[in-house]
């Protein structure tokens, strides 16, 4: 039983997270070929849902439909079922004929996909720490009044503050509790008390919204399906309309012309230092084009109402509120009906025999 549900729960999670890949790539292609780039909340919405419904869903569908055969008598179950229908135990039917190679293989996919899961996570720290130790500690003196800036608007934030003495251009939050907002004395700097402010606020921006402690999930989630680098994937098109809130939360607290002035500075900057990218929600743009998209956006931005930064944090309970709703009804059906949903999946199965 053990063994066809781990099986099931990778059959139905790839099935899922395919369909979940498609739909997203769908959505868009047809968002690029509209050239519409004005709701990041629902499109980041959109990839974060493809990267956790499909393991949730798979969960549920085993415990759903293994569950109710923990607490009803043998007997019941046996009357419950039709012999032929009795030994189609969700796929263990469907992969009779390729036991127990299947079985060994599933056991070898699931080590490698929790290696693959703690090797990322490990070289994620690494990459911090590589990109940290490459930091020359000498850098120029920032003005006394940049730095109290820094330090009354992360107080305001309810940040802690780290200053890294060197000239590359590091602005970023890190941890998961208590964040701390990391930026260089050379940053401080280069930009202009304006675009510096719009720099606070994006980085308060990912504080306020727990990204990195949602990033970690996230990447928990996508590497729980056998086609994790689909999932990755979705992972770093999520990245990109995150930056785009966090952009639109900016210009809405200071003036998108200025977001679109730290953006140009800051990647000049970076791109001049060689500084190695770091692994977090950074400020810092991964490359000239999506410094373009971000710059364009916000241009546009000038001449229209900015509210999609106030539905942003709307929308982002929604999905818990849909896994919640999604329990409730496991709960009434494995109450109402135990048998109904593991009866119902096995009629399923047989279809495909």
């Known amino acids: 039983m053990i063994v066809d549900a781990v099986e099931t729960f990778f059959a139905a999670g790839t099935v ?3 369909l979940a890949f498609a739909v997203a790539w769908l959505a868009r ?15 980041a919405g959109l990839y974060a849902a493809a990267v956790v419904l499909p393991p949730v869903l798979a969960a549920w569908l085993v415990v759903t439909a293994l569950l109710p055969l923990s607490w009803l008598a043998e007997e019941d179950v046996r009357a419950a079922h039709r012999p032929s229908l009795h030994a189609a135990h969700l796929v263990g039917e469907l992969t009779r004929t390729v036991e127990p190679r299947l079985t060994l293989g599933v056991l070898m996919l699931v080590a490698v996909a929790s290696a693959v899961a703690i090797w990322t996570t490990v070289r994620a720290h690494r990459q911090l720490a590589w990109a940290v130790a490459r930091l020359q ?37 890190w941890g998961f509790r208590r964040s701390k907002l990391v930026m260089s004395t050379g940053l401080l700097a280069t930009l202009t008390p304006a675009q510096l402010a719009a720099v606070l606020e994006h980085e ?35 990245n ?11 210009a809405r607290r200071t003036s998108p012309l200025d977001v679109a002035e730290a ?46 930064s106030t539905r942003s944090r709307q929308s982002a309970g929604r999905l ?11 709960v009434a059906l494995a109450l109402w009906t135990p048998l109904g949903v593991h009866t119902s999946l096995e009629q399923l199965l047989q279809a495909f025999k």
């Open 240 to 250: 990109e309309q995150v930056e785009l809130l966090c952009d639109d939360v900016a």
């Open 204 to 238: 308060a921006a990912h504080h306020a919204r727990r990204d990195n402690l949602v990033r970690l999930a996230l990447t928990l989630c996508a590497h729980a399906t056998l086609v994790a680098p689909l999932a990755r994937r979705l992972l770093r098109w999520r």
């Open 16 to 18: 899922l997270a395919l």
């Open 137 to 173: 500690l000498s850098g120029a003196t920032p003005p006394p009044a940049n730095v109290a800036f820094v330090e009354a608007a992360a107080r305001r934030h309810g940040l802690d503050v780290g200053l890294v003495h060197t000239d590359h251009p590091v602005s970023f939050v």
């Open 263 to 308: 953006l140009v500075t800051v990647r000049r900057q970076a791109r001049t230092a060689a500084m190695p990218p770091v692994v977090a929600v950074s400020f810092t743009p991964e490359d000239d084009g999506a410094v373009e998209r971000r710059v364009r956006r916000l241009v546009a931005l000038c001449d229209e109402p900015m509210v999609a």
């Open 29 to 43: 292609h047809a968002r690029r070929a509209a050239d519409r780039d004005r709701s990041p909340h629902a499109m």
């Open 320 to 330: 818990p509120l849909v896994l919640a709703s999604l329990v409730g009804v496991s």
